[in-house]
């Protein structure tokens, strides 16, 4: 049995100045961008009144539930430098109509609208927690303009112009326990593709199903990867609530790298295998979701492989360990009993005896 901690991270109202109750003006495209977004927000404990604009999705429709006004804009896809154009002028307007403390965003390329807001609003670019290495397209691009705040959430690249305050992976931890005796098939596994547009992620699909076996239950949400007849109950996309739903009645949850759907997981309790999307077979613009795979593996939070390399043991693994959230269980440590009591809990919810 181990247990792997991180440090804490900063105080509630600390991060980026912003003090508690401020109302903002967000801005973030669907997916990890707006995950990583509204987890800050909810940190950095600001007015519920405050203005999201984002792509209207099951999942921002249940991550922003407790917010006032959300105003949906059409999906802008990567690169897409007309989208991006339509955006600015939709963010510009919003924000000359309304008192907003500071203009806020994780990005993709709906965060250059920060560029074009008013000169006297505070404007906050906070990189994703994905670009390990340096920024991404959008964070080059607004690292050249004059007035927008930096942030990584990365130290290795941090600098004077992109000063390291926080990273949102600092508030987990992994209980890991002595194998049981080899866990009995089948499986009930969720596998979870993300919903970026156009990509599809066949080699995911193909590398699950050749590790099934008879009696495996399988749910799969395959947002662009549709039209395949597929084993189990199958979905183009689901609220973030429903989704969390599915995963909590799972042994194991293979998904893809997006950052989004992978803290989702790390809130819930469910360490993931982790298949990243790569740009060389068309999944993804880049390759940043090996990246962030790759961070979260050496935190020991997540299981990644290639989907050629998958294998039955890999998902045995994964449903040995139990993430747990710092803003659950708080700073301290986690002992030894609590670490038995958890998995007791977990295994008498699944039904594992």
Known sequence: MSIHTVAAPAAHG??????????????????????????IAAKLEISVDSTWITHDSPQARSLLAR????????????RDLRGVLRTMRTVSKVARSGDYVAAMSTGAGVALALAVLPSRMRRLYVESV????????????LGRVPRVERRTQHEGWASKRWPFEFTLLDEYSVLSKQRRAERVSPLSILVTLGTIKPYRFDAAVDAVERILVPGDRVFWQVGCTSGRELPGQVVEALGRVELQGVAAQCDVVISHAGVGSAVDLLDLGVSPVLLPRRAEHGEHVDDHQAQIAATLDERGLVTVRLPEDLTREDLQCAADRLVISRADMGAEPVSDSLDQELFALLDSERGVA
């Open 130 to 141: 994905s670009r390990v290495h340096g920024p991404s397209m959008t964070g080059k691009i």
């Open 14 to 39: 600390t991060w980026m100045d912003v003090a508690p109750g401020s109302k903002l003006l967000l801005v973030a495209s669907t997916g990890g961008h707006l995950t990583e977004l509204a987890k």
């Open 67 to 78: 917010y006032t006004d959300v105003r949906y804009i059409p999906y802008v896809a990567p």
